[in-house]
């Protein structure tokens, strides 16, 4: 893989065929996988929806990631309410920053705010502008220019400005293209961000010659490095969740380095003295780590997430496989899995034999069912934003699902109000920011992940049961909302197929 050449990565439909549309159960998603679906061939890389109530921006997803790197401003190249998301994050965002530097600054952000005069005349003058008063006044490390859609249909050059700016300014300056128009599965906004990275921001660091004077110098930092791993983090993630696989993988030793969440620019530099570089998810990471693999010799891990305790396990001797630390390894998923055990027993007492449905990033809901089974929970449905080949090792981790349904849907809430209220599940475990409509259905909810809760690890899977246990004692509030507020879909829908206007899914 190099796509670095190119002005901007692909869009995932073409380089992984991520299918956004599919309805059936979870043994035929696993025959499509089988299959070979995203060979080439792409029989579900052709479906799609005759009706979609909504559609996820590359654009808003690439801010997520965007916005959490410190000592750089974000100008968003782009009208102004192309970056609205934002507001929603700035608090996270910051206090983030903050529990990695105390010093760091909150999120800053500058806007184009183009409109229709730009339209005919062109974005130039304003983005020239704003780059400009980002160096002048802020004086960051980097300066991230991230466009939407108009600057990339009225054809501003973005590239050769901001070529022609970096003379001018003492921040280096990194192109983000993710127009939202260009792909229909968000995830394409990862690859979007790393492709930026990949081609301003990643380097060999000097230090390493300088380091290497003497010859003692020389062992120690081949040292350091041989037992260095850069944890490729994600925006979902919380502080704890770093800090709980910080203690797994030095427990075995291990050193830990995070990118590229609330990294430092000169971070991504040092990021390639490692020697391994293990992702959380691939859905996030398969085009950084393949481009640095091929560019820079570090070999890289994409298995399973560590959420959920057979997750966990596999993730770390995966690892540990990979330095020869097995036997370590061995020992401390022994010492864990026996302290979880203990700890778990009381809220099996309430949760075993509940249903859960869950809906979110495909890799995480399916290895968080693995917590819901571990609890003696029955899963009766999963929605996942898309689905590619990262989803097929989570589903070792679980037992009896062939016959679950599953929904492949980027948002469509209707489908998913359909599914709820056939499968009726006991509680609804959701990607967080799009519940208000779900919460109408009565049902507890827990979110899927949450800035400030640990899911990751064993204490996540303690965590996730300790709160679950709470939601499902008392979801008054939800209940209160079904019995006063309407859900906003008609009664004829339920009475209708979930995947009704899904088309050309004929392989399955
Ligand atoms: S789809 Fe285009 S116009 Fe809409 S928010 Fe995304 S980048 Fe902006």
């Known amino acids: 893989m190099n796509y670095l050449d190119a002005k901007s990565a692909p869009a995932r439909e073409d380089r992984l065929k991520t299918n956004i549309a599919f309805g059936g159960t979870c043994a035929q998603i696993r025959g499509c996988i089988r ?13 799609d929806r005759r009706f979609a109530e909504t559609q996820g921006c590359q654009f808003t997803l690439s801010l997520a990631i965007l916005n959490t790197l410190r000592n750089a401003v974000v100008i968003m190249h782009a009208p102004i309410g192309c970056g609205a998301c934002s507001i929603g994050n700035v608090g996270v965002n910051k206090t983030f920053k ?13 806007s184009t705010n183009l409109d229709e005069v730009d339209v005919i005349n062109g974005g130039e003058r304003k983005l020239r502008e ?3 008063y980002a160096d002048r006044e802020f004086r960051p490390e980097t300066i ?16 050769s400005i901001l070529a022609d700016l970096e003379t001018q300014t003492a921040a280096k300056i990194v192109p983000i293209h993710c127009e939202g128009f260009k792909t229909k599965v968000m995830a394409t906004a990862y690859d979007a961000v790393y492709h930026g990275i990949l081609k301003k921001l990643t380097k060999k660091p000097e230090r390493q010659q300088y380091l290497a004077e003497s010859d003692l110098d020389k062992i120690r930092e081949q040292y350091r490095i041989s037992r260095n791993v850069n944890v490729l983090n994600v925006s979902s993630m919380s502080r704890q969740d770093e800090l709980e696989l910080q203690r797994l993988l030095n427990a ?15 971070d991504f530099e040092y990021s390639l003295e490692s020697s391994l570089n293990v992702s959380i998810c691939g859905t996030h990471d398969d085009y950084f780590v393949e481009h640095i693999r091929e560019n820079y010799g570090v070999p890289f891990l994409i298995d399973t997430i560590p959420i959920g305790r057979k997750n966990t396990d596999r ?5 540990a496989g990979h330095f020869g630390l097995e036997k370590e390894a061995q020992r401390l998923i022994e010492v864990e899995n026996r302290l979880l055990d203990e700890s778990l027993k009381p809220f099996r007492k309430v949760l075993a034999g509940k249903r859960a449905f869950l809906a979110g990033g495909e890799v995480r809901i399916v290895a968080t069912a693995e917590i819901l089974q571990d609890l003696g929970m029955e899963i009766v449905g999963f929605k996942a934003h898309h689905f590619d080949r990262f989803i097929e090792p989570m589903f070792d981790s679980l037992d009896n699902v062939d016959d679950v349904v599953i929904d492949v849907a980027t948002n469509q809430p209707f489908e998913q109000s359909n599914l709820l209220n056939r499968l009726k599940p006991d509680v609804l475990i959701t990607h967080t920011g799009g519940n208000n409509i779900y919460a109408k259905h009565g049902l507890p909810i827990l979110p899927l992940f949450g800035p400030s809760y640990n899911y990751m690890g064993y204490s996540g899977v303690f965590e996730v049961a300790r709160r679950l246990n709470r939601v499902m004692r008392n979801c008054q509030f939800n209940k209160k909302l079904s019995r006063y507020t309407r859900l906003p879909f008609r009664k004829e829908w339920y009475e209708k197929d979930p995947f009704a206007y899904i088309k050309n899914q004929d392989a399955v």
């Open 315 to 319: 993730w770390i001797l995966k690892i």
């Open 130 to 132: 704003a780059v400009l």
């Open 98 to 110: 903050q529990l990695r530097d105390p010093s760091a600054e909150g999120v800053v952000w500058l």
């Open 144 to 159: 991230i220019v991230a466009n939407g859609c108009v600057p990339a249909l009225i054809g501003d050059d973005i590239d």
């Open 35 to 47: 299959a070979g679906c995203f060979s080439g061939k792409g029989c579900l890389n052709l479906a």
């Open 252 to 266: 075995i030793g291990l050193n830990v380095t995070f990118i590229p969440c609330y990294a430092e620019p000169e």
